[in-house]
């Protein structure tokens, strides 16, 4: 098979790229980085004590602490995790639309979510009062409309959605197969909606508009390294996607970093890093749909990262398996670099900067006796945020709060030079 490398890609990493894929062609799988199915906490009965039935979508919300999900029938429920305890209780159930399959949230404070529509293969959205006591419908977008190429395949389509920031999009130099070129978005959402797809495991990337109905942008579709895809999750503080994979006696967990390579002709593949077993749920439905995870660089409050999947069980089943279909697991093993602020050694000039993650404030401290005459926060993109006179201060408190959740560029002019730092906006 030939093999062609991005041509935004070093020779150095395209020949660890082009490892990379040929290794997948046979990829062996890993065993889940979390505890079994039977000792994660099961959280249904918190939801309702007579069992769910087909729930398929999961997403974590790190700003309100809220666990979203969705079910086929109709369904958006959510939970709200306590402070301190780390326990769940009941927010709400409320009936939607359509049959959503996948649940997301571009901006984790605003009240607003989009769904998956599998029945009609369209993306919803959604705002919500923030008791939950209203949730309504304000827009869609068709994905069979052109310019998307996406054809109905019946029950076997749309499964799983999620939002990736722009920022994270230009970190990690995301390409569109349409054109071959480094995209972002360009119609106003801030970011891509990823689409996991039954059919053929394929997942396709939309450019939308978020004020206006099925105005979009096809940005591509990509090869995953199984032949159903039905779940996703980003963790944005590491830039590594999380695919779920719903095979029959072979479930499984794909991370990406969103490296992609071309396979044939325009088809591109996302770079497999790691694909994972799924665990064995108790009984004899293995209809695992749905994942998520809380951020790797934002632990809770017990310091670890936790992860939830939620299984499709069918009405006509038995009590014990609708009264377990959702399962917390904690300590789960995430992928990828937390990337603290490093200490700056240019010049032996050095600052300390905390906290980071940050959610309200930034602190910079001068470790040396040395002026510092401003300091400008940036997007990933260039664009000045925050910029600030300082009147030699060796410790200087930024208000960050009304920031983005996302990763920043911190520039701090002195004296003796500028010295760049990054840190990220919880």
Not at 71 to 88: A, E
Not at 397 to 402: F, K, P, R, Y
Request: contains cysteine.
């Amino acid at each position: 098979m030939k093999i062609q490398i991005l041509n935004t890609i070093s020779r150095h990493k395209a020949i660890i790229v082009a490892f990379l894929f040929l290794k997948n062609i046979g990829f062996a799988q890993s065993a889940w980085p979390s505890i079994s199915w039977e000792n994660a906490t099961n959280l249904t009965s918190i939801i309702d004590s007579n069992g769910i039935n087909e729930l398929s979508g999961l997403h974590w919300n790190p700003i309100k602490n809220q666990l979203f999900a969705v079910g086929n029938y109709g369904n958006l429920i959510v939970l709200m995790q306590n402070s301190g305890t780390n326990t769940f209780s009941f927010l709400a159930n409320k009936t939607i639309a359509g049959g959503p399959e996948g649940i997301t949230q571009a901006n984790y404070n605003d009240n607003e979510f989009y769904v998956i529509d599998e029945n009609n293969y369209q993306i919803d959205k959604y705002t919500y009062a923030s008791d939950f006591s209203t949730v309504d419908l304000i827009k869609h977008w068709n994905l069979l409309l052109p310019p998307s190429t996406m054809t109905n395949t019946g029950n076997t389509g749309t499964e799983g959605i999620v939002f990736i920031p722009d920022n994270n999009l230009s970190t990690m130099g995301f390409v569109s197969q349409q054109t071959g070129n480094l995209y972002l978005s360009t119609k106003g959402a801030g970011g891509l909606f990823f689409i996991a797809n039954q059919n053929g495991g394929y997942i396709w990337v939309f450019d939308i508009n978020p004020n206006v109905n099925d105005d979009f942008v096809f940005v591509g579709k990509y090869k995953t390294n199984a032949t159903e895809s039905c779940d996703l999750s980003f963790d944005r503080s590491t830039n590594i996607l999380y695919i779920l994979h719903n095979v029959s006696g072979n479930n499984s967990l794909e991370t990406t970093n969103l490296s992609t390579i071309i396979i044939s002709g325009t088809q591109r593949k996302l770079v497999t890093l790691n694909q994972y077993t799924i665990p064995t749920p108790i009984g004899n439905n293995d209809n695992i749909e749905g994942f998520t995870m809380t951020p790797k660089c934002l632990q809770s409050e017990d310091g670890n990262v936790k992860a939830w999947l939620c299984r499709d069980v069918a009405s006509s089943e038995s009590a014990t398996l609708l009264q377990d279909v959702i399962r917390e697991f904690s300590p789960f093993i995430a992928e990828g670099n937390c990337q603290p602020l490093s200490v700056s050694q240019e010049n032996k000039i050095r600052f300390s900067i905390y906290p980071n993650p940050a959610q309200k404030n930034i602190v910079i401290e001068s470790l040396e006796q040395i002026k510092v005459h401003s300091v400008k926060i940036m997007s990933c993109l260039g664009q000045v945020l925050l910029s600030q006179e300082i009147n030699d201060n060796n410790v200087i408190n930024l208000d960050i709060s009304n920031l983005s959740t996302a990763s920043y560029l911190l520039k701090v002019y002195t004296e003796k030079g500028v010295f760049n730092y990054k840190f990220i906006k919880n």
